[in-house]
């Protein structure tokens, strides 16, 4: 019998995974560096860290490449631009996840 299932190991766990997508290349609408957004398997789309229209709740159906911010670009906004950052981030919560993705290390600069 070789059946992964009964050995203990991660080698059958990851095996009953979904696949995984590789990353979706944009380019950063501030300063046009190119970076991969991950896709999330449990939400089923691609990930929102990095999108500007979730974070400032200018939210719309468009493509997903239009608005999207690099890591640095983002911490740049988030200590560097206090003023922009206090008009625009006007969701408390949404305010308080972007302190603590920074703050973490989610969001980090490269």
């Known amino acids: 019998m070789n059946d992964l299932r009964k050995q203990n190991t991660k080698a059958w766990k990851t095996d009953l995974k979904t696949p995984t997508r590789p990353p979706l290349m944009v380019n950063c609408f501030k ?16 990930s929102q860290k990095n999108n500007w229209e979730y974070w400032t709740g200018e939210w719309a159906e468009k493509d997903i490449k239009d608005k999207q911010m690099c890591d640095n670009c983002l911490i740049h906004f988030y200590r560097n631009d206090k003023p922009y950052f206090w ?8 305010r308080d996840n972007l302190n603590r993705y920074i703050n973490t290390g989610s969001i980090r600069a490269s």
């Open 87 to 94: 008009s625009k981030m006007t969701d408390s919560k949404k």
């Open 31 to 46: 300063c046009g560096k190119e970076f991969g957004v991950k896709w999330v398997p449990a939400r089923k789309a691609w």
